[in-house]
């Protein structure tokens, strides 16, 4: 089984701030993970992706996220937030399962709001 | 670039009523998906399909129908719309597997009253 969690169902930061947006993941065989970004009315967008290799991920927009597996973590951060970043972010975590078929998870979601 | 594209963005039915949601992709995606996005909640895979012809259920799949007859296009059809219908529906589209980048359509937000 698999499961994803996001920590904060909202995140208010000031413009030029930094970003920190939590996900935890639990899964029985190596994940992939990922972020996607939602914003309004508008379908979801990757941000990054995850696969086992390096740890530390870059996404584009300036986002990067970091791959704990001691913390089943997969925490989004950006060091300057800016206007165009307030959306919907949205963790997932991909995992194999009974002879190679694979699942995708959502998790809730996270609406990051920036302050002007 | 077209992408993936759904229509109608927004509709109203009436319980008992049906309805079909096009998405079609110009991408000669192989995998296509339909999700629904319930407010507070992650996305939930209805159905989806790993190429023309073949369709398998997913988390949801009661109430709904699909087919794919061709790699562009991925109908979901809704039979006798209940109220617990009401969602924004996404379809989205991959190259060749799950845990590959999703394309998304911009979504439909569907209310049965």
């Known amino acids: 089984a698999q499961s994803v969690t996001q920590l904060d169902s909202h995140v208010s930061v000031s413009e030029g701030t930094p970003v920190l947006l939590r996900c935890n993941y639990s899964?029985?065989?190596?994940?992939?993970l990922f972020w996607y970004v939602q914003h309004p009315n508008k379908g979801l967008q990757l941000l990054l992706k995850?696969?086992?290799?390096?740890?530390l991920v870059k996404g584009i927009n300036g986002f990067e996220a970091e791959f704990k597996k001691s913390e089943t973590s997969f925490h989004l951060t950006k060091p300057s937030a800016h206007m165009s970043d307030a959306a919907e972010y949205f963790c997932?975590?991909?995992?194999?399962?009974?002879?190679?078929?694979?699942?995708?998870?959502f998790g809730t979601g996270t609406r990051l709001t920036i302050i002007p | 670039n077209a992408g993936v594209t759904q229509t109608p963005k927004f509709r109203i039915l009436k319980i008992g009523q049906s309805m079909t949601l096009q998405c079609t992709q110009d991408?000669?995606?192989?995998?296509m998906y339909w999700y629904r996005q319930d407010p507070g909640m992650g996305l939930k895979l209805i159905y989806y399909?790993?190429?023309?012809?073949?369709?398998d259920k997913g988390e949801v799949p009661n109430g709904y129908n699909v087919s794919r007859s061709t790699t562009e296009d991925f109908p979901l059809r809704l039979e006798l719309a209940a109220p617990s219908q009401t969602s924004v529906y996404f379809c989205?589209?991959?190259?060749?597997?799950?845990?590959?980048?999703?394309?998304f359509g911009s979504g439909t937000q569907l209310s049965v009253l």
């Open positions: 989205a589209s991959s190259w060749r597997a799950t845990n590959e980048k999703l394309f």
């Open positions: 899964s029985s065989y190596s994940p992939s």
């Open positions: 995850y696969t086992s290799a390096a740890t």
């Open positions: 997932v975590v991909s995992a194999k399962f009974n002879f190679g078929n694979e699942k995708l998870t």
């Open positions: 991408m000669n995606h192989n995998y």
């Open positions: 399909s790993v190429g023309a012809g073949i369709t």
